[in-house]
């Protein structure tokens, strides 16, 4: 997709007051609001001149209303949303966007509920989130709501729509759901839907920070941010985890962790050989973190799965084994020699990887820019 690519007006999606007024009515104050404003920015990797206009931006914005669809999911991505705290899930949810329909949280139910998703469609320029992959064998009858199936309730919520989110890797790209041998046909979102700009927000689950900067960023600047093959906003997906892994020192130094528990394990040494799938997966994990920033899973001792990357599960199993087979990936058996423990072995690991690293983004290239 073009970078900067315009969508339908948001002044089409108007709802009553300006987000400031709101959140001053709450309670909230400017400098608590002019905080999550430079906290998105530097999520959006925009110079920090451009912190004010956001702060413009969403001071007068009107909210615009959103479809949120769970399909074949866990729901994990809702309850990832939900934990924001950048802002509050209450000032993102209540002031921020239109939730209109939300199978989990909404309070209507029946025929209420679908009447006022049916509303929201008729007025057109909503936002639709997707949660879940959607099955398509056999009709796709092997996840159906209302008596209808995913396909028919996506199709319908996305006509008129000014933009599909598909957040979590199921949405994505089929996600657990479609590990062979994919009983159900599960697919993504991009897979089914056409004429409607539809970017990815991988992850198992989905980390509420890249949602919340990507409709911060399509209420300020009125368009999608840059997107990479994968239909992945660059700002989230467009750097490595190996590349800003905090034991990232310890790959280099040739300090491995080569059992659970063991000393290289208790001093923070690299995963690599444990499994992780940090060399080969993209997402800003490493810079975002999890749980109001506090920590992530390879910060926390576990390495990285890969939940972020096409084919996930099925190319990133069995999760604590090291990278076998995917790829383009080359660093395996460098990484066997710099753990033999010399003492050049930093310098070698240094130079050797510098030479791994060149040779994967000759090769990758094209896929994950």
């Known amino acids: 997709m073009a970078k900067g690519r315009r969508i339908v ?3 089409e999606t108007a709802g009553a007051d300006g987000m400031l007024a709101m959140l001053k009515h709450k309670g909230v104050s400017r400098r608590e609001f002019l905080r999550f404003c430079a906290v998105i920015g530097a999520t959006l990797a925009v110079p920090v ?45 209540l002031d921020l966007l239109s939730v209109d329909y939300h199978e989990t949280i909404m309070a209507a139910a029946g025929r209420q509920a679908e009447e006022a998703r049916e509303a929201t469609i008729k007025t057109g320029g909503h936002l639709v989130i997707v949660e879940g992959s959607i099955p398509i064998k056999d009709g796709g009858l092997y996840c159906c709501v209302g008596g209808r199936t995913a396909m028919e309730i996506l199709s319908e919520a996305t006509r008129g729509a000014a933009a599909v989110i598909a957040v979590g890797n199921c949405a994505a790209f089929g996600g657990l759901a479609a590990a062979e041998p994919n009983p159900t046909g599960a697919v993504g979102v991009r897979d089914l839907v056409k004429g409607v700009p539809v970017i990815n927000l991988p992850g198992c689950p989905v980390n509420a920070i890249n949602i919340t900067a990507t409709v911060v960023h399509y209420l300020t600047f009125k368009s999608l941010p840059e997107l990479d093959a994968w239909g992945r906003p660059l700002f989230a997906y467009g750097k490595r985890i190996h590349d800003n ?13 080569e059992a659970w528990g063991d000393e290289g394990h208790r001093k923070g040494w690299c995963l690599y050989k444990m499994g992780c799938k940090g060399p080969e997966t993209y997402s800003n994990c490493p810079t975002v973190r999890w749980n109001e920033g506090i920590n992530w899973p390879v910060g926390a001792g576990h390495g990285c799965v890969g939940c972020t990357q096409p084919g996930f ?18 660093v395996e058996s460098t990484a066997d020699k710099i753990g033999l423990g010399l003492a050049a072995a930093a310098a070698v690991g240094v130079a050797a990887h510098a030479v791994a690293s060149s040779v994967r983004r000759k090769t990758k290239g094209t896929e994950e820019s």
């Open 9 to 11: 007006s948001i002044s």
């Open 245 to 257: 892994c905090e034991r990232r020192a310890h790959f280099d130094a040739g300090q491995f962790v």
């Open 313 to 330: 599960w099925d190319t990133m199993t069995p999760f604590y084994r090291r990278l076998p087979t995917v790829p383009g990936f080359s």
């Open 49 to 93: 001149e451009m912190v004010g206009k956001i702060a413009d931006a969403l001071a007068s914005v009107r909210r615009p209303p959103v479809i949120w669809l769970e399909f074949q999911d866990c729901a994990g991505c809702t309850e990832s949303f939900l934990r924001a705290s950048r802002p509050t899930v209450a000032e993102i949810v």
